[in-house]
């Protein structure tokens, strides 16, 4: 069995990983606020390039382990920091966020809970459903993806989820700089100021995506 040392450097490494994802999925999305002619026609050329890349393919395995060994891990250190009265990863040096380091495997659960949502209305129709295809001959994602975003329920959950999300990764971001050994008083305010911002821009950015959507196809 792993120890909660390598435990805990499990989780920063997939964590830090999902979150590097996260901003190449980010930046890819972005598509999604031009015009919408352009839009439609280059997102789904996008998408089609990234399930054809066998490099992309084999990066999507690794992203797929990793957010199962990253929820798992994360399950077992709450499970047994609850079961010795340990808050989670308490540190007398400080956290980046009180209540995110209280509530982390809450935060994580719904962000799980989120995913699998996400992934059956988007990944799973992409891969395994009949889509329709745009002018160009490739799955229409685009359209896939504001019929989604068009309703309100959704866009609530996804831009609930994005500020879990948010919360999640400046707790996260400022634990594995002190796991990977660099909490020191020269780089820890950079890393924390860094941390935030990044979560914020990331978080903010993927919940108006929706927002966008939703009021652009009324």
Known sequence: ????????????LTGLFLGFFLLIHFLGNLQLFLPQEQAHLQFNAYS??????????????????????????????????????ARYQTD??????????????ILGTFILIFLVIHFQNFWY????GNPPLDENGNKDLYILVVNVFKEWWYVIIYVLSMIAL?????????????????????????FKT????????????????????????Q
């Open 48 to 85: 089609h390039f990234l399930s054809g890349n066998i490099i992309i393919k084999t990066v999507s395995y690794i992203l797929y382990a990793s957010i199962l060994l990253h929820a798992v891990d994360g399950l077992v250190i709450t499970l047994r920091n609850k079961k010795s009265g």
């Open 125 to 128: 129709i992409y891969k395994f």
């Open 92 to 105: 007398r040096r400080g956290r980046a966020s009180s209540w995110a380091s209280r509530n982390m495997g």
């Open 1 to 12: 069995m792993l120890s909660t040392l390598s435990r805990k450097m499990l989780m920063c």
């Open 166 to 190: 948010c919360y999640h990764l400046v707790h996260g971001i400022h634990s594995a700089v002190r796991t990977l050994g660099l909490y020191h008083p020269k780089f820890v305010k950079w």
């Open 194 to 217: 860094v941390g935030i911002a990044y979560s914020i821009i990331i978080c903010a950015g993927f919940a108006l995506m929706p927002v966008y959507v939703f009021f652009t196809y």
